[in-house]
């Protein structure tokens, strides 16, 4: 069974910047799955934010990070890699990693496109 962990989620002033982790386990290889980053702000909606194609082909971002959040992954270590910077308070939510094995990244990934997700890690930006 595939597992997903985030980590790297704190207190962070705006203007800053974060690198959110999602660790995978429990399959044959990291480059057969495509990785989704989530969000989820109180009261509001799981958002798609970004995905990475498999064997680290390309990535797509939601327009509201663009430019300022990059993601990569590590197959060595089976790691995925959100880099935040410039961050805004409106970025403040609950992010998760999620997985599929889906042939491409849509523009903006999907929640019903992803069967196997992470728990979370919390990022406030806030001064």
């Known amino acids: 069974q595939l597992q997903l962990v985030e980590s790297g989620g704190g207190l962070v002033q705006p203007g800053g910047s974060l690198r959110l982790s999602c660790a995978v386990s429990?399959?044959?290889?990291?480059?057969?799955?495509?990785i989704g980053w989530f969000r989820q702000a109180p009261g509001k909606e799981r958002e798609g934010v970004s995905c990475?194609?498999?064997?680290?082909?390309?990535?797509t971002y939601v327009d509201s990070v663009k430019g300022r959040f990059t993601t990569s992954r590590v197959t060595a270590n089976n790691t995925v890699h959100l880099q935040m910077n410039s961050l805004k308070p409106e970025d403040t939510a609950v992010y998760y990693c999620?997985?599929?094995?889906?042939?491409?990244?849509?523009?903006?990934?999907?929640?019903?496109?992803?069967?196997?997700w992470g728990r979370g890690t919390q990022v406030t930006v806030s001064s």
């Open positions: 990475i194609a498999r064997r680290g082909g390309s990535t």
């Open positions: 999620a997985a599929a094995r889906i042939p491409f990244c849509a523009p903006v990934p999907r929640t019903t496109a992803f069967r196997s």
């Open positions: 429990g399959f044959t290889t990291l480059d057969s799955y495509v």
